[in-house]
């Protein structure tokens, strides 16, 4: 997922992208307490950068700033 993507979606496509991606860390943290070998590490970092992403545009958006 790319910030340019995000940047095109409103503030409600934003919101419910994060809820998915909070879903899917939550899944993932669920699938390594009962298989650890079962998911792999870079996963969590995925979804957390992802999350991150997301974070920063919707500030970026509150401020007016378009960058």
Do not use: H, W, Y
């Not at 940047?7 to 650890?36: I, Y």
């Not at 996963?43 to 509150?62: D, P, Y």
Request: proline share 3%.
């Amino acid at each position: 997922m790319k910030a340019s993507e995000l940047r095109s979606k409103t503030e409600k496509e934003l919101r419910d992208e994060l809820t998915a991606l909070f879903r899917e860390q939550f899944n993932l943290r669920m699938q390594r307490g009962v298989n650890p070998e079962g998911v792999r590490p870079n996963q969590f970092k995925e979804v957390r950068r992802n999350i991150a992403r997301i974070k920063t545009v919707m500030s970026a958006n509150r401020k007016g700033e378009q960058s």
